[in-house]
């Protein structure tokens, strides 16, 4: 079992930046891919970036150049580095980790909130 705790969500104004982390402990192997989800009431939860163990990284297109999500294996930990925010960005930011052993594990942490004010 894995588990996964994030940090760093508050509130900001417009133009601001956050820094969101998240640490996974337990049973993780070496080869996964950490990524950044957000949703909001009434909306499907959607991808904002993933980062490989090897170190690829994809963008969902409403982030590409403000957000920078990074990884430190050692420390089984993913980054999300959010600059430039705007309102829409106001969302509950999740962790998840996917690994494949036989079968594909989906491990999600329990959610931060990120508040962006005009």
Known sequence: QVQLVESGGGSVQAGGSLRLSCTASGNVGSFNTMDWYRQVPGKQRELVASITSGGTTNYGDSVKGRFTISRDNAK???????????????????????????????????????????
């Not at 999300?80 to 509950?92: G, H, I, R, W």
């Not at 998840?96 to 990120?114: C, D, H």
């Open 76 to 118: 089984n930990t993913v980054y999300l580095q959010m600059n430039s925010l705007k309102p829409e960005d106001t969302a509950v930011y999740y962790c998840n980790l996917k690994e494949k052993r036989g079968l594909i594990y989906n491990y999600w942490g329990q959610g931060t909130q990120v508040t962006v004010s005009s």
